[in-house]
């Protein structure tokens, strides 16, 4: 069974850009978390998406949105990128909520 | 709030026992996750703690303590490719919740 795959795996913006970050769960995982990782806060949650509702939103601003569709894919979309914005972003998903997660390789951001 | 502490950096002879400790100042806590993360890769599932005890799993066991805010990761018989970053992280939220509070992690060094 194929992994969490996330698309692309590098990207480099510019302050100011929005960006799309996409992420393919697990076959027959519902439910998709996004984190933020950094050298200095470590991994925090972003949001969780189940059944195409974001069920749980971490302490980001509101310029970090995120989306599931009916396959259970996920977006995510980062507006006004600022250079903190810089960061490993990963997706992870499990069979059900509060289930074991499984974390894809991450798409790392890097904002100029 | 949430607050989970662990040591930063640890050390430990190839073939050795090491137990990374991990303790967290929350109410909510449904539960306590242990993750591997080597360095430039995702983070692995390693284990899950809901209710007190130890949980055994090859090598690997971890413990918890609710009423003490308390949990153990123990790794027997280290290899040298158990030297990566390990991460506690505590299930926020109503049950069956994807919210996974992170801590810093503890980075083991595994030396021959």
């Known amino acids: 069974k194929a992994g969490v795959t996330q698309t692309p795996r590098y990207l480099i913006k510019t302050r100011g850009q929005q960006v799309t970050l996409s992420c393919s769960p697990i076959?027959?995982?519902?439910?998709v978390s996004w984190y933020q990782q950094t050298p200095g806060q470590g991994l925090q949650f972003l949001f969780e998406?189940?059944?195409?509702?974001?069920?749980n939103k971490g302490n980001f601003p509101g310029r970090f949105s995120g989306r599931q569709f009916s396959n259970s894919r996920s977006e995510m979309n980062v507006s006004t990128l600022e250079l903190g914005d810089s960061a490993l972003y990963l997706c992870a998903s499990s069979l059900f909520r509060g289930g074991e997660q499984y974390f894809g390789p991450g798409t790392r951001l890097t904002v100029t | 709030g949430q607050n989970i502490d662990q040591p930063t950096e640890m050390t430990a002879t190839e073939g050795a026992i090491v137990q990374i400790n991990c303790t967290y100042q929350?109410?909510?806590?449904?539960?306590l996750f242990w993750y591997q993360q080597h360095a430039g890769e995702a983070p692995t599932f390693l284990s899950y703690n809901v209710l007190d005890g130890l949980e055994e799993k090859g090598r690997f066991s971890s413990f918890l303590s609710r009423s003490k805010g308390y949990s153990y990761l123990l790794l027997k018989e280290l290899q040298m490719k158990d030297s990566a970053s390990y991460l506690c992280a505590g299930q926020l939220g109503v049950t069956g919740a994807n919210n996974l509070f992170f801590g810093t992690g503890t980075r083991l060094t595994v030396i021959p």
């Open positions: 076959s027959g995982h519902r439910s």
């Open positions: 998406y189940f059944s195409e509702t974001q069920r």
């Open positions: 929350t109410s909510g806590f449904n539960g």
